[in-house]
C-alpha cells in the first residue's frame, strides 16, 4: 500500500489492531477497518511515523475528518516529509480548499522538486482554479517526471479543451491513443474535440421552456424509498413550477404519494446502465423534455432554471477526466435513440460507466453553465457556490452521513 508501512508499535494490542485495520483496508472492508482504528486512535504514540501511518489510513478510508488531526500533527513532528505534505493537499483538494491544497503541493515540490504526483495534481488545481496557463505548465512538467504515464497527458488534453486550444487538444489525445492505443479516455478526448471543431456544440438561447419532467431511478438495493422521497421533497422545495415527478422502478414500496412510478424500461439492466435507458426512442410516461437526477444529489437552490433551460440535451461537465458526469442531465425525451439502440453487454464490459458511454456516444451534449451543478468534494465541501443549483456526490461520503452542516439542513 504506498505510503503507508508497518511501525513497531510498543503495545502488542496495538500492533494487531492496527496490522488487522491495514488489512482489512486492503480486502476493501472499509467499515471494519474504520472500527479498529476507533479502538486505538486515543493510544497512537505521539511520533511521527504513527500519526503519518494512521492519518494516511484514515484518508485512504474516506474518514477525512479522523484523518486530519493526525496528518497535521504528523507534519508539525516533521515537517520535511514530503508524503505528509502530499496527503494534507489531497484532504484539502477532497474538501474544497483548494487555495490550501496549492501550498502543500508547492511544499512537498519544494521537498522533493521530481515528486511527479505533486506535481500532476499542482497543475489539477490549478485547473479547477481556472488558471489553464498554470495548469498547462505544471502538467508539462509532470509530463517530463513520468514520460511513460499517461495520467498527465490525459489532464493536459481535458485543459487544453477547457482552455479552447482544440488543435492542441487534438494533437494530445491522438499521443495518449498511440501510448495506449483504445485508451478510453483518448477515445473521448478525442470526440469531443472533433465535435467542438465542426461547430456541433449547442448553445442554449435566453428563452424559458416549458418546464420539463423530474425523472430518476431506483433499481436494487442500494438506495432505499427515502432516498427517492427525499428527492421529490427537494424538487418541490426548489421549484416554483409544481413539476411532475417520475420514479422508474421494480419495486415502488415505500414511495411518498404524489411520486408517480414507472417499469424500469430495460428491467435487466444493472446500477447506472439503467440511465442508459432514459434514451430510449420509445420511452413513454415523461412528456417532451425529462430533467433526470441520481438519488445522493442534494438541491442547493431553485431548480426552476434547470427545468425551463433552453437545450434538448445538457449535461455536467466532468471535473477529473474528459468526458460528462450523468448525475444530472436535460434530455428531450427520444431525441438520442443511439444512446440505448448501440448498447450492449460488450459496451458494459468495455466502458466503466454509463457516463463515458454517454461521453462516446454524444460528444457534442452541451454542459451547463458553470457552478450550477457541481461534485461535494471538490467544489461543495464547505459550503455550494453561490449560484449551485445541485450538488452531486459519489462514492463516500453519501448525503446520509451527513459530511457538512448544509447538507443536515437542506436534504431531505
Given at each position: 500500500?504506498?505510503?503507508?508501512?508497518?511501525v513497531n508499535?510498543?503495545?502488542?494490542?496495538?500492533?494487531?489492531?492496527?496490522?488487522r485495520?491495514?488489512?482489512?483496508?486492503?480486502?476493501g472492508?472499509?467499515?471494519?477497518?474504520v472500527?479498529?482504528?476507533?479502538e486505538?486512535?486515543?493510544?497512537?504514540?505521539?511520533?511521527?511515523?504513527?500519526?503519518?501511518?494512521?492519518?494516511m489510513?484514515?484518508?485512504r478510508?474516506g474518514?477525512?475528518?479522523?484523518s486530519?488531526?493526525?496528518?497535521?500533527?504528523?507534519?508539525?513532528?516533521?515537517?520535511e516529509?514530503?508524503?505528509?505534505?502530499?496527503a494534507l493537499?489531497?484532504?484539502?483538494?477532497?474538501?474544497?480548499?483548494?487555495?490550501?491544497?496549492?501550498?502543500?503541493?508547492q511544499?512537498?515540490?519544494?521537498?522533493?522538486?521530481?515528486?511527479?504526483?505533486?506535481?500532476?495534481?499542482l497543475?489539477?488545481?490549478?485547473?479547477?482554479l481556472?488558471?489553464f496557463?498554470s495548469?498547462?505548465?505544471?502538467?508539462?512538467?509532470?509530463?517530463m517526471l513520468?514520460?511513460?504515464?499517461?495520467?498527465?497527458?490525459?489532464?493536459?488534453?481535458?485543459?487544453f479543451?477547457r482552455?479552447g486550444?482544440?488543435d492542441?487538444?487534438?494533437?494530445?489525445?491522438?499521443q495518449?491513443?498511440?501510448?495506449?492505443p483504445?485508451?478510453?479516455?483518448?477515445?473521448?478526448?478525442?470526440k469531443?474535440?472533433?465535435?467542438?471543431?465542426?461547430?456541433?456544440?449547442?448553445?442554449?438561447?435566453?428563452?424559458?421552456?416549458?418546464?420539463?419532467?423530474?425523472?430518476?431511478?431506483?433499481?436494487?438495493?442500494?438506495?432505499?424509498?427515502?432516498?427517492?422521497?427525499?428527492?421529490?421533497?427537494?424538487?418541490r422545495?426548489?421549484?416554483?413550477?409544481?413539476?411532475?415527478?417520475v420514479?422508474?422502478?421494480?419495486?415502488?414500496?415505500?414511495?411518498?404519494?404524489?411520486?408517480?412510478?414507472?417499469?424500469l424500461?430495460?428491467?435487466?439492466?444493472q446500477?447506472w446502465w439503467?440511465?442508459v435507458?432514459l434514451y430510449?426512442?420509445?420511452?413513454?410516461?415523461?412528456?417532451?423534455?425529462?430533467l433526470?437526477?441520481?438519488?445522493?444529489v442534494?438541491?442547493t437552490?431553485?431548480?426552476?432554471?434547470?427545468?425551463?433551460?433552453d437545450?434538448d440535451?445538457a449535461?455536467?461537465?466532468?471535473?477529473?477526466?474528459?468526458?460528462f458526469?450523468?448525475?444530472?442531465?436535460?434530455?428531450?425525451?427520444?431525441?438520442?435513440p443511439?444512446?440505448?439502440?448501440?448498447?450492449?453487454?460488450?459496451?458494459?464490459?468495455?466502458?466503466?460507466?454509463?457516463?463515458?458511454?454517454?461521453?462516446?456516444?454524444?460528444?457534442?451534449?452541451?454542459?451547463?453553465?458553470?457552478?450550477?451543478?457541481v461534485?461535494?468534494?471538490?467544489?461543495?465541501?464547505?459550503t455550494?457556490?453561490?449560484?449551485?443549483?445541485?450538488?452531486?456526490?459519489?462514492?463516500?461520503p453519501?448525503?446520509?452521513?451527513?459530511?457538512?452542516?448544509?447538507?443536515?439542513?437542506?436534504?431531505?
Amino acid at each position: 500500500m504506498k505510503g503507508l508501512h508497518y511501525v513497531n508499535l510498543t503495545s502488542m494490542n496495538l500492533t494487531e489492531t492496527l496490522t488487522r485495520a491495514l488489512d482489512l483496508d486492503e480486502r476493501g472492508e472499509i467499515a471494519q477497518a474504520v472500527a479498529c482504528l476507533a479502538e486505538i486512535k486515543g493510544e497512537i504514540p505521539d511520533e511521527p511515523a504513527y500519526q503519518k501511518l494512521v492519518g494516511m489510513l484514515y484518508q485512504r478510508l474516506g474518514e477525512d475528518a479522523e484523518s486530519l488531526p493526525f496528518l497535521t500533527r504528523a507534519a508539525v513532528l516533521n515537517p520535511e516529509d514530503a508524503e505528509v505534505q502530499l496527503a494534507l493537499g489531497f484532504h484539502h483538494v477532497d474538501n474544497a480548499g483548494l487555495e490550501e491544497a496549492l501550498v502543500y503541493f508547492q511544499e512537498t515540490l519544494r521537498l522533493d522538486p521530481n515528486h511527479q504526483t505533486a506535481q500532476m495534481y499542482l497543475g489539477r488545481v490549478y485547473d479547477f482554479l481556472g488558471d489553464f496557463e498554470s495548469a498547462e505548465k505544471a502538467l508539462i512538467r509532470a509530463m517530463m517526471l513520468g514520460a511513460e504515464d499517461l495520467e498527465p497527458h490525459i489532464q493536459l488534453g481535458r485543459v487544453f479543451i477547457r482552455a479552447g486550444k482544440l488543435d492542441q487538444a487534438e494533437v494530445k489525445f491522438r499521443q495518449i491513443e498511440d501510448m495506449s492505443p483504445g485508451h478510453v479516455m483518448a477515445e473521448i478526448g478525442a470526440k469531443r474535440v472533433a465535435a467542438l471543431k465542426a461547430g456541433g456544440v449547442a448553445t442554449a438561447g435566453l428563452k424559458k421552456r416549458d418546464p420539463a419532467t423530474v425523472v430518476c431511478v431506483k433499481q436494487g438495493t442500494k438506495y432505499g424509498p427515502d432516498y427517492v422521497n427525499r428527492l421529490a421533497a427537494m424538487v418541490r422545495r426548489n421549484s416554483s413550477h409544481d413539476p411532475d415527478f417520475v420514479c422508474f422502478t421494480e419495486d415502488a414500496t415505500g414511495l411518498d404519494g404524489g411520486i408517480r412510478h414507472l417499469p424500469l424500461p430495460d428491467p435487466d439492466y444493472q446500477g447506472w446502465w439503467n440511465k442508459v435507458s432514459l434514451y430510449r426512442g420509445d420511452l413513454d410516461g415523461v412528456g417532451g423534455r425529462m430533467l433526470y437526477f441520481d438519488l445522493d444529489v442534494v438541491l442547493t437552490g431553485s431548480i426552476d432554471p434547470l427545468l425551463t433551460y433552453d437545450s434538448d440535451f445538457a449535461i455536467m461537465d466532468n471535473d477529473y477526466v474528459p468526458g460528462f458526469n450523468t448525475s444530472v442531465f436535460l434530455l428531450k425525451t427520444g431525441s438520442r435513440p443511439e444512446i440505448r439502440d448501440a448498447f450492449n453487454a460488450d459496451m458494459a464490459a468495455k466502458y466503466d460507466g454509463d457516463q463515458d458511454w454517454v461521453a462516446i456516444m454524444a460528444p457534442d451534449a452541451e454542459l451547463w453553465p458553470a457552478g450550477w451543478c457541481v461534485p461535494f468534494r471538490l467544489r461543495a465541501a464547505q459550503t455550494p457556490p453561490e449560484n449551485c443549483k445541485a450538488v452531486v456526490f459519489s462514492g463516500r461520503p453519501n448525503p446520509a452521513d451527513y459530511p457538512a452542516d448544509w447538507v443536515r439542513e437542506l436534504w431531505g
